[in-house]
């Protein structure tokens, strides 16, 4: 008997802590019961993503694409990957919600409320292609600490809210402005209020692009909470960590934001190569700004089989960060010979192209489709992985389905 009173004071005490209350009246909870605050919430549900998705992470929620999932134009809401540094902010009030602009090289620390930024300045909307840092990590060998991305931690939605710039302008910026840093609501994994999970930012050349946006919606609705709700910095083309949710401070900075996930190896690559596995000092570490090139063949999914004889229309989407995409391949050689194959043009700057192709097969057996993206400067996908990296950044590999013809 003492040892089960102990055993459940033990218990109660555990969930007290991981409730971050007293659990009231929890002696008489049934034996072998886990209170409904603990038990795991379904992502899918929740986030209203579709069920195919991939979790990765609970703590913070982690969630990503597979490629087929992706076939749309725009991506939609249920299908677009979750990236979270801490615990999504709860009982948001955008009625009195307020973002602050403040810093050494911000000529006055001014406070906006959203009706403000709405009414004040011009909305604009953009297609805007957001990726992860760290998609494709799951390649890397050594492997990379990290959420375990494959190809999903990519998207391009419309967006519409106002340009960063013309508010940053409204507050007024000094001379010697360099840099751009957020502050967000969202809690840091150990609740503890006076730590940020994340708060990065960009230098004053991107922050002053037409495109980089204090976004308020989302494919025309407002922005889903999981993925910024009420107002998100949206910064195209650069890795997605730089596109802050949840914004409610922008500080103008005299020089290269300093904030969480700012420093040492966070979202940095060596400088220059270095050997797998290499331990690289902070300093020799560089921030990446622009994504590379890439591409993702979205249909048919990896696997499928068709009749011999038979054409298969492939399609997919490429990108290559702050450039164009000029160039669009396929092999089905196993990269031996590429075959060209017509590529669109953005929709907007910073939007990811389409691209389409009948492909013809020999014989029957079994093949895989590569696809290769080369940029407006020259610069084609590798057909292997690219140089490693201490935290697997920046994998922009060219993308490979299998396919079978009987």
Not at 113 to 121: E, G, M, V
């Amino acid at each position: 008997m003492k040892r089960r009173n102990f055993v459940q004071r033990t218990l109660l005490g555990t969930f007290a802590t991981a409730l971050g209350t007293e659990l009231v009246f929890g002696t008489h909870m049934p034996e072998g019961y886990t209170p409904i605050g603990l038990q795991e919430p379904d992502p899918f549900t929740l986030f209203k993503k579709d069920s195919r998705m991939t979790v990765l992470n609970k703590k913070p929620w982690n969630i990503e694409a597979k490629a087929h999932l992706l076939d749309d134009r725009v991506t939609p809401n249920n299908c677009m990957f979750l990236r979270n540094n801490g615990l999504i902010p709860e009982n948001i009030d955008a009625d009195t919600w307020t973002l602050t602009i403040d810093g050494e090289a911000a000529k006055q620390q001014k406070t906006y409320s959203l009706s403000d930024l709405k009414a004040k300045f011009q909305h604009y909307t953009y297609q805007l292609t957001l990726e992860c840092g760290g998609n494709g990590r799951s390649e890397f060998d050594p492997p990379a600490k990290g959420n375990q991305w494959t190809v999903g931690a990519v998207s391009c939605a419309n967006w519409t809210g106002v340009r960063l710039r013309d508010v940053l302008a409204d507050a007024g910026i000094k001379d010697d402005a360099v840099y751009v840093g957020y502050h967000a609501t969202d809690q840091h994994l150990s609740r503890d209020p006076e730590k940020e999970p994340i708060s990065r930012g960009a230098p004053m050349k991107k922050a002053l692009q037409d495109e980089t946006l204090l976004a308020f919606k989302m494919n025309d609705a407002p922005i889903p909470l999981a993925h910024g709700f009420p107002l998100r910095l949206v910064a195209g083309g650069w890795p997605a960590s730089v596109s802050g949710k949840w914004i409610n401070r922008i500080s103008i900075r005299n020089i290269v934001h300093d904030g969480p996930k700012m420093t040492g190896t966070a979202y940095r690559v060596p400088c220059e190569p270095v050997a797998p596995g290499t331990k690289v000092k902070d300093e020799d570490m560089c921030i990446i700004e622009s994504m590379p090139v890439k591409s993702l063949i979205t249909y048919p999914q990896s696997g499928a089989t068709i009749k011999e004889g038979k054409k298969l229309t492939i399609r997919g989407h490429a990108w290559a960060g702050e450039l164009a995409v000029a160039k669009m391949e396929y092999s089905i050689d196993f990269g031996a010979t590429w075959i060209r194959c017509p590529v669109e043009k953005p929709f907007n700057r910073l939007a990811w192209q389409h691209f389409k192709a009948s492909v013809a097969f020999p014989k029957n057996g079994y093949y895989e489709i590569w696809a290769r993206a080369t940029d407006s400067q020259g610069t084609a996908q590798p057909m292997v992985l690219p140089g490693w990296n201490p935290k697997g950044y920046l994998n922009n590999a060219c993308h490979r389905i299998a396919v079978k013809i009987v």
